[in-house]
């Protein structure tokens, strides 16, 4: 069964450049796994930043960008605010799997 | 403004049932396709269901597989997951999302907890 690899923990400065990776354990992450990558603060909902790779949804802040980067799909936030702080997942798709990473915990400090 | 509202959960036995709702406004319900997914307490996201706009096309998440059932009523604008032989591990919170374009997590549901113990 696939499993989705995040790192489980980062830090960033305000102001500062992070990325957050996904892999997969069955290989290399590619734009046919139409990455995704989702938001969730404390005691809220998840909210989608970026689908199929790098596209963006209206509210999504112009500081997120997703990419593919080294063999696995990549959410780097550039100029990081204090509202950043948050868990990040990714999805991935798989023919008829589809599953989430078990999250990054965004630290903004 | 698209609103998405989830209901039915609650405290239940291991063993029994327990019948989900999402109520869709907003949006032309029967253009989107839904999914659902969940959060243990303290855990992370689990995808479980994806049902197509028309019903034509549906998919789970092996651990569901057989247990639960999804299923939507456009003329209601209502999305339903049915939960048979419920489990301790099925304790979360259960979100609905609303698809847009190629996106499947266009929109989010704040959930429904349920609660498998005895």
């Known amino acids: 069964q696939a499993v989705v690899t995040q790192e489980p923990s980062l830090t960033v400065s305000p102001g500062g450049t992070v990325t957050l990776t996904c892999g997969s354990n069955?290989?290399?992450?590619?734009?046919?796994?139409?990455p995704y990558w989702l938001q969730q603060k404390s005691g809220q909902a998840p909210r989608t930043l970026i689908y199929?790779?790098?596209n963006k949804h209206s509210w999504t802040p112009a500081r997120f960008s997703g990419s593919l980067l080294g063999g696995k799909a990549a959410l780097t936030l550039s100029g990081a605010q204090p509202e950043d702080e948050a868990e990040y997942y990714c999805?991935?798709?798989?023919?008829?799997?589809?599953?989430f990473g078990g999250g990054t915990k965004l630290s903004v400090l | 403004e698209v609103q998405l509202v989830e209901s039915g959960g609650g405290l239940v036995q291991p063993g029994g049932s327990l019948r989900l709702s999402c109520a869709a406004s907003?949006?032309?319900?029967?253009?989107?396709?839904m999914t659902w997914v969940r959060q243990a307490p303290g855990k992370g996201l689990e995808w479980l269901s994806f049902?197509?706009?028309?019903?034509?096309?549906?998919y789970y998440a092996d651990s569901v597989k057989g247990r639960f059932t999804v299923s939507r009523d456009n003329a209601k604008n209502s999305l339903y997951l049915q939960m048979n032989s419920l489990r301790d591990e099925d304790t979360a919170v259960y979100y609905c999302?609303?698809?847009?374009?190629?996106?499947?997590?266009?929109?989010w549901g704040q959930g429904t907890l349920v609660t498998v113990s005895s």
């Open positions: 199929d790779t790098s």
């Open positions: 999805f991935l798709s798989y023919s008829e799997a589809w599953m």
């Open positions: 069955t290989g290399a992450v590619t734009s046919g796994h139409y």
């Open positions: 049902i197509s706009s028309s019903s034509s096309i549906i």
């Open positions: 907003g949006f032309t319900f029967s253009d989107s396709s």
């Open positions: 999302a609303r698809s847009c374009g190629s996106s499947w997590f266009c929109y």
